[in-house]
């Protein structure tokens, strides 16, 4: 059975795996970066339709040692290429270099490693730091010797050659380096997964979609209970919990996908696998699931996203602030929250208040609810004043963060307030 890598968000790996053995995965293994799994070409096409945190699903075609630029070189000409691409088609080759001052490449799938500093090992997939190779430890250089070996391949074995695309390209080959050895991919995907096609426009630090996704699958949530947002921006969270309660597949939004022009393309089982999709869809959702935000664009642009998203009758967005928030009358739900991390100084200090503030109107109006709040700073978090009952480490654009879980005691102003709130948190 063909084997593949889905390729996660670190921290998010079991999540993807989850869903992957939800999804009929065989043999799925978590690494770091992602998952390993194995399945047939129904089980590709329902992971790259229906994978709500992965942000690419890779077909590993070779393992080598590449230690410089001649093996490299010769052990990708050595990959029947003839088999997966023919002149008329274009290609585009992408690297990750473990250890490497670059190991990110210019690509869509990876969010910008702000806040780094020169050179730093980046963790191999099993979480060790080695640096990369002395030949070859800049991507764009790897990407372009790959690119070389499998023109030259092709020009000898089909007599021309493929254009190179970086923009569309029909097969687009994904190279990774780890502890002097080369693994060369297909990338099944094409555009990353976390582009779902309904965010076209987007206030300040929105979230990636794959980690609003992740977000709501730790949160346990399965859509039978209400879910607000209370900063909710450009309505990521909403809309990714809206898709998962209506239960529609996010691949479903977009219409192309690389492994669709694969040579073992099967456009039966395609088609197949996107009815069951279909049919699969809720008419209504469950339960309540709103947004709201202090800025009238930030909720303008919310809701033209939900449009795109084809859940706008699954989803209310209002322009309110924190201070006007209330629960809904009924059961206890969730609150998920992604509130400003302040990046310059004096913007922490007033944003202090607004964390302090979140705390106090959930002791106060929002007894027996759970609260999940992604921090990107610490020491606002603690202005929250009351007990992580869980944390989960994730990363928001290259910034660590952490997700906090908070069990708001049932009767209203007798919640789990921390007695020590400048103390760090346990766990
Ligand atoms: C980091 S952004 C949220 C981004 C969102 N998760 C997304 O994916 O687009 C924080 C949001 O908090 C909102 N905000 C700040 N202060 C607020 C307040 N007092 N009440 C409600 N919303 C507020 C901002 O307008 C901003 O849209």
Request: hydrophobic share 40%; net charge neutral; with cysteine.
């Amino acid at each position: 059975m063909p084997c593949y890598f889905a390729i996660a968000a670190r921290g998010v790996e079991l999540v993807t795996a989850a869903e992957l053995t939800r999804l009929g995965a065989h043999d799925v293994k978590p690494a770091v970066g992602g998952v390993s799994f194995e399945g047939d070409l129904a089980l590709l096409y329902r992971a790259v339709l229906g994978l709500r945190t992965a942000t690419r699903i890779l077909r590993p075609l070779r393992e080598f040692a590449a230690v410089n630029p001649e093996m490299l070189y010769s052990q990708t000409r050595r990959v029947r290429w003839e088999d997966y691409l023919d002149p008329r088609k274009t290609l585009a080759v992408y690297a990750t270099i473990e250890g490497a001052s670059s190991a990110r490449p210019p690509a869509a799938n990876v969010a910008p490693a702000a806040g780094r500093r020169g050179p730093r090992a980046t963790p191999d997939r099993r979480g060790e730091r080695r640096p990369a190779p002395a030949g070859i430890n800049h991507s764009q250089f790897a990407a372009l010797k790959i690119k070389d070996a499998i023109v030259d391949r092709l020009r000898r074995e089909q007599g021309a050659r493929p254009d190179v695309d970086t923009q569309n390209p029909d097969i687009r080959v994904q190279a990774h380096f780890a502890g002097g050895r080369c693994t060369l991919s297909l990338d099944a995907c094409g555009a990353s997964l976390h582009e779902r096609g309904y965010r076209l426009k987007t206030t300040m630090a929105p979230l990636k979609e794959t980690l609003a996704a992740a977000i709501i699958e730790l949160s346990e949530w399965q859509g039978a209970t209400p879910l607000l947002d209370p900063m909710c921006g450009s309505g990521t969270l909403v809309i990714e919990a809206a898709l998962k309660a209506l239960r529609i597949a996010p691949g479903l939004l977009r219409t192309n996908f690389a492994c669709q022009r694969w040579p073992d393309y099967d456009g039966a089982v395609w088609s197949q696998i996107e009815q069951e999709a279909q049919g699969a869809i809720l008419r209504t959702p469950p339960a309540i699931i709103e947004g709201s935000d202090i800025d009238p664009r930030a909720i303008d642009t919310a809701i033209e996203n939900a449009r795109r998203a084809g859940v706008t009758h699954a989803v209310k967005f209002e322009v309110r602030g924190i201070d006007a928030t209330h629960a809904p009358a009924g059961e206890p739900g969730i609150i998920v929250v992604n509130p400003p991390y302040g990046t310059r100084m004096g913007e922490v200090d007033e944003l202090e208040g607004l964390y302090r503030q979140l705390g106090e109107l959930w002791k106060e109006r929002f007894p027996g609810w759970t609260a999940f709040l992604l921090a990107g700073n610490p020491a606002l978090a603690r202005e929250v004043e009351l007990v992580a009952a869980q944390k989960f480490k994730l990363f928001n654009g290259g910034l660590d963060c952490k997700l906090l879980r908070f069990d708001i005691a049932p009767e209203a102003g007798s919640a789990t307030s921390d007695p020590a709130p400048h103390e760090p948190h346990p766990g």
